[in-house]
């Protein structure tokens, strides 16, 4: 099973995201659900993740130095960006 990491300033878009997708039905499942890119960062140094779904605009750390950083550190983890 893929495990998933949903990283967005806006609550209703991460739930909408979290239950919108029958997940398992993939073989995937979420493993987490975070408000900031520095959250989304202890997530993936605590647990193993293999897709990032990220925000680009987020107050603080955006996306795109959240992605550079998961780049950096944690090369085998896919990405997929969104944005409202």
Same mark, same amino acid.
């Not at 029958?22 to 605590?46: G, Q």
């Not at 605009?57 to 950096?72: A, E, Q, R, T, Y």
């Given at each position: 099973?893929?495990?998933?990491?949903?990283?967005?300033?806006?609550?209703?878009?991460?739930?909408?995201? %979290?239950?919108?997708?029958?997940? %398992?039905?993939? *073989?995937?499942?979420?493993?987490?659900?975070? %408000?900031? *890119?520095?959250?989304?960062?202890?997530?993936?140094?605590?647990?193993? $993740?293999?897709?990032?779904?990220?925000?680009?605009?987020?107050?603080?750390?955006?996306?795109?130095?959240?992605?550079?950083? $998961?780049?950096?550190?944690?090369?085998?983890?896919?990405?997929?960006?969104?944005?409202?």
């Amino acid at each position: 099973m893929y495990r998933v990491l949903i990283v967005d300033d806006e609550y209703l878009a991460r739930n909408k995201l %979290e239950n919108l997708i029958p997940w %398992e039905d993939y *073989a995937f499942r979420v493993c987490s659900s975070v %408000e900031s *890119a520095y959250k989304a960062i202890e997530v993936l140094n605590k647990t193993h $993740i293999d897709l990032v779904f990220t925000d680009i605009c987020m107050p603080v750390m955006d996306g795109i130095s959240l992605i550079k950083h $998961i780049k950096i550190n944690f090369p085998k983890v896919k990405i997929i960006v969104m944005s409202s």
